[in-house]
């Protein structure tokens, strides 16, 4: 079984400032675990990847992961928040067992981003 | 470019109506997915496909179904037997392999008139 919590809904910010966002999972296997984001009315974008390479993942945007297995978490990061990052994010996990050649993703409930001037 | 198209944008739906949503890819991906999108509920699986004339059911797959008669395409159907059809319906595909990352088209919103 593999489950996904983003632990915030909404996530305010001001132009300029940190944004976190945070993401815990479960899963009975090593997952492999993505942040996507999207825009209003528009399909999901992948932001970044972790397949069990470097726990620290860069991906597009200047956005950041961590993998902590310690603590089950994936949060998603960036320095400095642009007006164009406000959107919805969605963390998500892939609990593959090597048996089948399908691995069934779970998404997260999303987190809302809301960039201020 | 590659990527997926998915056609139309917005599709409206009368009582007792089949509807039918396209996808079609161009990035040679083996695997086909449909999710519905409802606000606060993060996104559900309908139906999935591996290869090409196979399909297997999702979470959600009542009242939904598809074909996989391309390895480019994959259609889905809203029958009159899905009840609450209203929602935002996106496609995806990917190699296959377990922990390949899904690529998505930009969805298809489908309303009750």
């Known amino acids: 079984a593999q489950s996904v919590t983003q632990l915030d809904s909404h996530v305010s910010v001001s132009e300029g400032t940190p944004v976190l966002l945070r993401c815990n999972y479960s899963?009975?296997?090593?997952?492999?675990l993505f942040w996507y984001v999207q825009h209003p009315n528009k399909g999901l974008q992948l932001l970044l990847k972790?397949?069990?390479?470097?726990?620290l993942v860069k991906g597009i945007n200047g956005f950041e992961a961590e993998f902590k297995k310690s603590e089950t978490s994936f949060h998603l990061t960036k320095p400095s928040a642009h007006m164009s990052d406000a959107a919805e994010y969605f963390c998500?996990?892939?609990?593959?067992?090597?048996?089948?050649?399908?691995?069934?993703?779970?998404f997260g409930q999303g987190t809302i981003l809301t960039v201020h001037p | 470019d590659g990527g997926i198209t998915q056609s139309p944008k917005y599709l409206f739906r009368k009582e007792g109506q089949n509807v039918t949503l396209s996808c079609e890819q161009n990035?040679?991906?083996?695997?086909m997915y449909w999710y519905r999108q409802d606000p606060g509920q993060g996104l559900r699986l309908i139906y999935y496909?591996?290869?090409?004339?196979?399909?297997q059911k999702g979470d959600i797959a009542e009242g939904y179904s598809v074909s996989r008669e391309k390895k480019e395409s994959f259609p889905l159907t809203v029958t009159s037997a899905q009840k609450n059809p209203t929602a935002f319906y996106l496609c995806?595909?990917?190699?296959?392999?377990?922990?390949?990352?899904?690529?998505f088209g930009d969805g298809t919103r489908l309303s009750i008139l």
């Open positions: 995806a595909s990917s190699d296959r392999g377990g922990n390949q990352p899904q690529h």
């Open positions: 899963s009975s296997y090593s997952p492999s």
């Open positions: 972790y397949t069990s390479a470097a726990t």
């Open positions: 998500v996990v892939n609990s593959y067992d090597g048996g089948t050649s399908y691995g069934k993703l779970t």
């Open positions: 990035l040679n991906h083996d695997a």
């Open positions: 496909s591996q290869i090409v004339n196979d399909f």
